[in-house]
């Protein structure tokens, strides 16, 4: 655990906002030279990342602070130390998804072609952003004798962060691939969709920082399979269209 980076005079640099700025501007680079290989705007797509970054960032705190509604009801002025962690990723997919459609419908962009462009890049911010949990200790798991040391729990946990992101960094890869191959419009989409559910799901077995509230499952779980029936729903209408 790495939770300050350093300290430039009063300034802290904290792990975890240091992972989501170099996740924000990784990510909005490559995407916008996938967009100039796909002869769509370059610095628009930049925009749009900069656009879903910031509303992201607003859902996940706005959900993980729903969520845990009676600590930051005494404790209001956590809410904005973001540098504490606590971001659900869940409420910054469904503001991330409505400021992307509201800033693609507004630009008079196409919107799945636009979606499949910036998807897997999404998966890679992801990815870079567990390794900032990891360093912050938030996002933790299980204890386990194989896993790893966490001096603030005074407990070896199992590291759910660290495979979180060498799976989301999977999907990464598999959806660049199914980039570069011929695809369908919307198909990179439920390609994200269906794995980002499937590695939600089953890592939640492994994380002990959400309670079990229906059949033994998370609130993330359960989350996860409305994405996964989501992501089949608009494959299926997506196919139709296509016969048609």
């Known amino acids: 655990m790495l939770p300050e980076i350093c300290h430039i005079g009063s300034f802290t640099v904290y792990s975890y906002g240091l992972m989501l700025v170099l996740a924000f501007f990784v990510c909005a680079y ?117 896993g790893l040391y966490f001096k603030v729990f005074g407990q070896s946990l199992i590291p759910t962060q660290l495979y979180s992101s060498l799976l989301l960094l999977l999907i990464f890869i598999i959806l660049r691939l199914k980039q570069e191959a011929k695809h369908a419009p919307g198909q990179i989409l439920c390609s994200y969709l269906f794995l980002y559910s499937l590695k939600r799901f089953f890592i939640e077995f492994l994380r002990n920082d959400s309670p079990r509230i229906f059949y033994g499952l998370t609130i993330f779980q359960v989350l996860s399979l409305a994405m996964f029936f989501l992501s089949l729903a608009i494959f299926i209408r997506l196919s139709a269209a296509k016969k048609r």
């Open 30 to 146: 490559l995407s916008s030279l996938q967009a100039k290989k796909e002869n769509m705007d370059g610095d628009q797509i930049f925009n749009l990342f900069f656009f879903i970054f910031i509303s992201g960032i607003i859902g996940s705190r706005v959900f993980y602070v729903l969520m845990n509604f009676r600590f930051y009801l005494g404790h209001p002025l956590e809410i904005v130390m973001l540098q504490h962690g606590g971001m659900a990723i869940f409420g910054g997919l469904i503001f991330g998804s409505a400021a992307a459609i509201i800033f693609i419908k507004k630009h008079k962009m196409n919107l799945l072609k636009t979606l499949d462009l910036v998807v897997p890049f999404i998966a890679l911010g992801q990815a870079i952003g567990r390794i900032g949990c990891l360093l912050n200790g938030c996002c933790y798991g299980r204890e386990s004798e194989f």
